[in-house]
């Protein structure tokens, strides 16, 4: 089913301008409470509201909360909180779903709405795509008696900080440990220091001040590599970079080295094996073809679903695997968390060292990373890369020059007149000649 404002991460936009304006909102929050009640007709529904710390926050949940009301929604405010917290909390409070008003790694002039399904898990296509269609009628408000209603949940960040803890080892700790732990001035700014504390950790908090303008702004997961010097200046242990509603992660290593999110499902993934067997691996197009060959080599099927990582939970679910992600830092390990969870990765990652009694480079040693290129090219709008004749006979000439040694990955651009073209290759000069070389082939285009 199309849908016209859902993408692969819910609603987004720069607030104020369409779809991210309070009638927009409004409206999207009845048309949704009506059908969430429809797929719960058991008892009366209620729905938790989670948001980071965007300042537009406070308009927005304002906004769903009287959509909700008015379709015959109660709502539970848990106030900032990460995203992975509403899909737990959702869960565990049996409710209805759950939504997070964010915009993730975005600047806080962008703002987005995305749901959660009462298992704490993203709704599916055609529950959004219903929502959309439910949007397209007239908002009937409900009757006074039926009218929704408005609780806090209390607590709500000092359960989730348990639910975190609960997912490390009880039979370990981080005792000894050094970290820094950059929450991007975001939604764990009150929740991921006090995780790894808890178990044990000295942590220098970074990225923990939000003052409603600030979320991503040259800290967390997007801008790691700011937090190297700051590593490097305390003698840490490690680096924890997490974005703006912490459903995704990035570690530096004492030294400075920083991975990325191929890396640290590898070394989750590997620490897994050493306890039992791994039965698959979903990545997604963008992955790394080093963790293709180097499962294979394993024996551990690799399979790529299409970026985002709704996509990567739909293949994990078909197959019954437990563990996936993407290069970005969305890691999902499903024997802990129903969805991706910056600080529960982590968590798994710092598990893997201290069982191992390894570095993290340690643990990774096996995987030598591909170097990877990609370009842009401007095409026109419609433009079928498929029946571009001298574009595909550099392609074929391209793949046989890498030989089993690389990957080439074309894809149009989902909301720009672009084609991304990107070459894997174990050295980074070859990379960049062959997706050079397919580019030119456009030039005239």
């Not at 620490?271 to 080093?290: E, H, I, K, W």
């Not at 000439?397 to 040694?405: E, N, P, S, Y």
Request: charge should be negative; aromatic fraction near 6%; glycine fraction near 10%.
């Amino acid at each position: 089913m199309k849908r016209t404002y859902f993408g692969t991460d819910g609603i987004r936009g720069t607030v104020g301008q369409s779809p991210i304006t309070p009638d927009f909102v409004l409206r999207l929050g009845h048309a949704a409470g009506q059908v969430l009640a429809r797929e719960n007709p058991s008892g009366r529904p209620a729905i938790l509201i989670g948001k980071d710390t965007r300042v537009s926050g406070y308009m927005l949940e304002a906004a769903l909360q009287a959509g909700f009301a008015s379709a015959g929604v109660d709502v539970v405010l848990c106030g900032p909180l990460p995203t992975p917290a509403v899909a737990y909390l959702t869960r565990a409070q049996r409710l209805v779903a759950g939504v997070v008003i964010s915009a993730s790694h975005n600047p806080y002039p962008d703002n987005g709405i995305k749901f959660f399904s009462g298992a704490g898990k993203k709704l599916p296509d055609a529950i959004e795509a219903e929502i959309e269609e439910q949007m397209d009628r007239p908002m009937e408000c409900v009757v006074p008696q039926r009218l929704g209603k408005a609780r806090r949940l209390d607590d709500a960040s000092g359960r989730y900080i348990e639910f975190c803890k609960s997912t490390f080892p009880a039979e370990i700790d981080l005792k000894g440990l050094k970290l820094v732990v950059d929450c991007a001035h975001g939604a764990a700014y009150h929740v991921a220091p006090d995780v790894f504390h808890e178990l044990g950790a000295d942590v220098v908090p970074v990225g923990a001040s939000p003052n409603g303008f600030n979320i991503n702004d040259g800290v967390g997961a997007v801008h790691a590599h700011a937090l190297v010097p700051i590593v490097l200046q305390h003698d840490a242990d490690f680096g924890i970079a997490l974005d703006g509603d912490a459903d995704r992660v990035v570690i530096i290593e004492r030294g400075g080295r920083v991975y990325g999110g191929d890396e640290l499902l590898f070394a989750i993934v590997r620490d897994r094996m050493r306890q039992a067997p791994v039965s698959g691996v979903v990545g997604t197009l963008m992955s790394n073809f080093a963790l293709e060959k180097r499962f294979a080599e394993l024996g551990v099927p690799f399979e790529r679903a299409r970026v985002g990582d709704r996509y990567v939970l739909e293949i994990l679910e078909q197959r019954g695997w437990l563990f996936g992600g993407e290069g970005s830092g969305h890691l999902i390990c499903l024997d802990r968390h129903t969805t991706g969870d910056g600080i529960v990765s982590a968590l798994q990652v710092l598990a893997a060292v201290r069982r191992n009694a390894m570095s993290l480079a340690q643990l990774t040693d096996e995987l030598d990373m591909y170097a990877q290129t990609m370009l842009n090219v401007r095409v026109a709008q419609g433009f079928r890369w498929q029946d571009h004749a001298p574009l595909n006979r550099e392609l074929a000439r391209v793949q046989t020059d890498l030989a089993g040694r690389g990957r080439v990955l074309i894809r149009p651009s989902g909301t720009e007149p672009v084609l991304r073209i990107m070459v894997e290759a174990a050295e980074a000069p070859l990379a960049r000649a062959l997706t050079e070389r397919l580019a030119a082939t456009l030039e005239t285009t």
